[in-house]
């Protein structure tokens, strides 16, 4: 085999990669945008959990609970006397949350969550009965019923107790059933519009590209968030037409580069575009610990003295003595990584120094906290 052959199918080799990898790097309309107007709609209800095993909610505590169950029992024909006081152990109060997806028709079934505004200590084993789920309007547009799933368990005794998982929230698979269609428009006269899940003008410009090389010239960008595409006026052929064009594949265009900061945990998660400057960051830990410790004081013989507990405690300060590390720069994620954990910071201390990055001009990002 002659070395002209073999750098040919090298080269061959090589460009094959590249198709490759652009092709894994290639979204889905679908993945990038959505349809202007085909949404969820939040659904919400109040209702009663029954069948508790003793966990319900404390009547003398939550009396809306007592209040539910008269009414109830009044709408199904049973009538308490005056002055009744209900003490119910197996009862909770809930509200109740459900998605209507776009296109539910009546009678389909939708999953629900049912959460305890009580002071319930499990919904384990029960069952919410019959409970209207009400739209934005006021109008009920489904019906939901069933037997609780909740992921969790829990024990106490002896002053004791043990949870795993959280027991004041549970599931019902398909348990509300559509009552009311709510009308979905797929667009307004000849054009639908494909609304990004992130602004961005190079993203919404190689959609528009993407469109018209199936569909020449039928599609325009709005602005960053909108890409308007005329399609056919009838409800079949626009359903196909929408199929196509969501299944179109397009490299969208590399976000801005952000570090996103959970202060509540602690959590620092960077995207790709994040890089960095040459900076020198000096790191010492602070450590306070307090320890205490209880002893009982023992009178005396015959002092008439009294035994008291005493708490001792002993506070200290330790601070590490901090050097001054040279960060380098990073011009990809992997280097920002390696330079981020030579610094030997936990998570917390983390992002003071990344904040301090940035007020110096070292962080090339958008720091973002929530």
């Not at 709408?75 to 002055?83: A, E, H, M, Q, R």
């Not at 200590?121 to 939901?144: C, E, I, M, R, W």
């Not at 981020?340 to 990055?357: K, Y």
């Not at 001009?361 to 720091?367: H, I, N, P, Q």
Request: hydrophobic share 45%.
């Amino acid at each position: 085999m002659s070395m002209t052959f073999k750098i040919l199918i090298a080269v061959m080799w090589i460009f094959a990669g590249l198709m490759v990898a652009d092709a894994a790097r290639a979204e889905r309309i679908k993945d990038l945008a959505s349809v202007a107007g085909v949404r969820n709609n939040q659904l919400v209800g109040y209702g009663l959990v029954v069948g508790l095993d003793g966990s319900g909610d404390q009547t003398t505590q939550t009396p809306f609970t007592v209040q539910s169950i008269v009414n109830m029992l009044s709408n199904l024909g049973v009538t308490l006397p005056p002055g009744t006081s209900l003490q119910l152990k197996n009862v909770a109060a809930v509200m109740v949350t459900a998605n209507l997806p776009p296109f539910a028709r009546a009678g389909q079934q939708i999953d629900i969550t049912v959460s305890s505004i009580g002071n319930a200590k499990s919904l384990k084993g029960g069952t919410l009965v019959l409970t209207p789920l009400k739209g934005a309007d006021g109008q009920v547009y489904a019906l939901a019923q069933g037997n609780l799933v909740v992921n969790g368990a829990g024990a106490s005794g002896g002053g004791s107790k043990v949870t795993i998982n959280h027991l004041s929230v549970g599931r019902v698979a398909g348990g509300a059933t559509v009552e009311r269609e709510v009308p979905t428009l797929l667009g307004q006269g000849d054009y639908i519009h494909f609304d990004l899940n992130t602004t961005d003008f190079a993203t919404a410009q190689r959609m528009v590209e993407a469109i018209n090389r199936v569909v020449p010239e039928a599609a325009s960008a709005t602005d960053a968030r909108q890409v308007r595409v005329r399609a056919p006026r009838s409800a079949d052929e626009r359903v196909a037409f929408l199929g196509r064009l969501e299944n179109l594949e397009l490299q969208p265009a590399q976000g801005v580069a952000k570090v996103i900061i959970n202060a509540r945990s602690g959590s620092v998660v960077m995207n790709q575009a994040v890089t960095l400057d040459n900076c020198a960051v000096a790191h010492g830990n602070l450590t306070v610990s307090v320890t205490a410790e209880n002893s009982v004081s023992q009178p005396g013989a015959f002092s008439q003295g009294q035994t008291a507990a005493v708490t001792n405690a002993q506070i200290d300060i330790k601070q590490d003595s901090g050097s001054v590390l040279n960060v380098k720069r990073g011009a990809n994620l992997a280097e920002v990584a390696k330079a981020l954990n030579a610094i030997g910071a936990n998570p917390q201390d983390l992002v003071a120094i990344l904040q301090a990055m940035k007020a110096a001009g070292a962080l090339r990002a958008e720091l973002e906290i929530i």
